[in-house]
């Protein structure tokens, strides 16, 4: 099957490997249909993050259709369409139950999905999946698009709001205008704040973010960027923060934008390694973030809110390509040439 292979920072290639087969009970093996390049992905494409060379594709977004399951698979038969969450929650652990399974306690770390490819192995299946109704080809291509936006974008946007605790009436700033701080703002949107502040440099991500619910566009970084925050604030800072980068400057950013108690939900993969907590003390500043609940907010909100017409998450993708052409959506992302390149497999 092809596969996407590390080959070096800034060079990802299509190999022929063997076809991942059933490990253990409650594995599934897919067949991808949708895949994408997450800017997580960009880390190491970018030589940010230490990766060996000549390793598996870092994929972990994926629609698919079920090729086979493991003995202990009741949920799904092979044929079943599915929304492929990165999480894998085992669903029944302390973190599963509680709601957040971007923490399971049953998780291996060391497991590589390599969704950029023709099939993958997926892990802790029998919760974690999500069945979609119907078949690939009962959807528009649009529709797909943000199907495969619930495998982790929209869901970690949504995650930001809600360990932020977003509420009706709010103020929200959002860091970030990449595909997760849009799908931020579409998901303060979606929880009812009254006023969303989206920090974009970028046209045509601003524009996304307008059309997703944002009032205003602060294009400003660092302290120009806080202190235009504070204008539009009457010097008070926002009631919610939802941090979707992981730099150093955009959780500075994120902290100081924040009214006194405010909560700031950090879901941006955390790039520095230390963070001084003496500011936030003082100005009674929460900090709440992590993995997404994707598996959880698919079920719960997130994919009736698509199938309904609600959201059209999928609009981030704004470039595709095939399979065979996966550099190609890597440098689209790594060239800001597309907030998020959207790879056709089947």
Known sequence: MKDTIFIKPGQMAIEDVDKPTIQAPDDVILHIVRTCV?????????????TAPHSQNPGHEAIATVDAVGSAITTLIPGDFVIAPFTHG???CAACRAGFE??????????SMGAQAEYMRYQHAEWSLVKIPGQPSDY????LKSLLALADVMATGYHAARVARVKTGDTVVVVGDGAVGLSGVLSAKMRGAKRIIAMSRHEDRAALAREFGATDVVAE?????????????NGEGADAVLECVGSEQSVDTAVQCGRPGATVGRVGVPHNAKMDLRPLFFRNTQI????ASVTTYDKQVLLDAVLRGE????KVF????????IDAAYQAMDKREAIKSYVIVD
């Open 38 to 50: 997450c800017g997580s992905d960009l880390w190491n494409y970018r030589g940010i993050d230490a």
């Open 90 to 92: 085992c669903g029944h």
């Open 102 to 111: 971007g923490g399971c306690l049953n998780h291996d770390d060391n497991f």
């Open 140 to 143: 528009s291509e649009d529709m």
């Open 221 to 233: 970084r660092g302290d120009a960027g806080v202190a235009k925050v504070m204008a539009l604030t």
């Open 288 to 291: 709440a973030g992590g993995p």
């Open 311 to 314: 959201i059209n998450p999928g």
């Open 318 to 325: 704004t470039k595709s390509f095939k399979l065979d052409d």
